[in-house]
């Protein structure tokens, strides 16, 4: 089955201790993103990537690193995580070219105290 | 999460009714729009597309309308149904280097039994 695969669903950890959400997709994608979530504001791009090694800022990228060492796998790092950084986050991957579908993962639902 | 659908617009609509969600849209340069559906506790999910040079495009029982006088667009449903019953998000794209997809803030859509 195609799909995008986020860890973990739930997350709570508290201000400066570094986490990493990881996300996988099994369909040889090229392009992958990272947004999050907040009511009445919608998905904003934290970072994506084109290919392995190709990595680049998306709208709102402060506080986040990421990485493309394999094809399927971008995962996402906060080091140092901030109360401003709770918000639920969506993994995301699409073929590259004028290809529009994107696919999803289901989430991450992150709360920093 | 539920709070995803926290100060969007709603629009309710009976059961079996044709629904009508609109989005203005920023970039009148944005080569492809397109509809997303985010049912609660899930990622988002690609409903249609359509590109720029087009002004109607039908799939199955949803038509998505683009005006680019007024740089708006819209998705019908037809015959709504309870399962329609979601945050609807409209995206733009632009074509080159990345294409970009930029998201509105959604519109949640409730179905009344």
């Known amino acids: 089955e195609a799909q995008v695969t986020q860890n973990p669903r739930y997350l709570i950890t508290v201000t400066g201790k570094k986490l990493t959400v990881t996300c996988s997709q099994n369909?040889?994608?090229?392009?992958m993103s990272w947004y999050r979530q907040d009511p009445g504001l919608g998905l904003r791009q934290i970072y994506y990537s084109m290919n392995v090694e190709v990595t680049d800022k998306g709208d709102v990228p402060e506080g986040y690193k990421v990485s493309r060492k394999e094809k399927r796998n971008f995962p996402l790092i906060l080091e140092s995580p901030s109360p401003n950084q709770t918000s639920l986050y969506f993994c995301?991957?699409?073929?590259?070219?004028?290809?529009?579908?994107?696919?999803f993962g289901q989430g991450t639902r992150l709360t920093v105290v | 999460g539920e709070s995803v659908g926290l100060h969007l617009p709603t629009l309710s609509v009976q059961e079996g009714d044709n629904s009508i969600i609109n989005c203005a849209y920023s970039n009148s340069a944005s080569d492809y729009f397109i509809w997303y559906k985010q049912e609660s506790g899930k990622g988002p999910q690609f409903i249609i597309d359509i590109r720029s040079n087009m002004d109607k495009r039908q799939g199955q029982r949803v038509t998505v309308l683009l005006n680019k006088t007024v740089k708006h667009l819209s998705l019908q449903i037809a015959a709504t149904q309870p399962g329609d019953s979601a945050v609807y998000f409209c995206?733009?794209?632009?074509?080159?280097?990345?294409?970009?997809?930029?998201f509105g803030i959604g519109t949640k859509l409730q179905v009344i039994p």
């Open positions: 995301a991957s699409r073929w590259g070219g004028m290809n529009t579908e994107a696919f």
């Open positions: 995206a733009e794209m632009k074509s080159g280097g990345y294409q970009k997809v930029t």
């Open positions: 369909m040889n994608h090229e392009y």
